[in-house]
Nanobody, 124 residues
Framework: QVQLVESGGGLVQAGGSLRLSCAAS????????MGWFRQAPGKEREFVAA????????AYADSVKGRFTISRDNAKNTVYLQMNSLKPDDTAVYYC?????????????????WGQGTQVTVSS
């Protein structure tokens, strides 16, 4: 079992930055690939970014490429999402997820554990 707790969300103006964190507890964090997803009101959950065990491989949704950066610190059992140049369209609840494997997955069903989410609101 892995428990995930997101933090770092909030209200920011367009063009601003936020850094989300996801702290993991339970089983060995470094055994899990990690992902970030988001869900805006009235929309389906969508993939944002993913990172492999060793952080050697990452993947991003086209909508966030060049603006968001995913990283992890296995010593701290934490994965991060640095979000720059935020836009109102980035407003959503952001979730981190853990996958017992090393596949950079954009599909939510491939993840085994999920956090409760943190709200990000970008004002225009």
């Amino acid at each position: 079992q892995v428990q995930l707790v997101e933090s770092g969300g909030g209200l920011v103006q367009a063009g601003g930055s936020l850094r989300l964190s996801c702290a993991a507890s339970g089983r060995t964090f470094s055994n899990y690939a990690m992902g970030w997803f988001r869900q805006a009101p009235g929309k389906e959950r969508e993939f944002v970014a993913a990172i492999s065990w060793s952080a050697l491989r990452t993947a991003y949704a086209d909508s966030v490429k060049g603006r968001f950066t995913i990283s992890r610190d296995n010593a701290k059992n934490t994965v991060y999402l640095q979000m720059n140049s935020l836009k109102p369209d980035d407003t959503a609840v952001y979730y981190c997820a853990a996958q017992m494997g090393n596949v950079i997955a954009a599909k939510g069903y491939m993840y085994d554990y999920w956090g409760q989410g943190t709200q990000v609101t970008v004002s225009s």
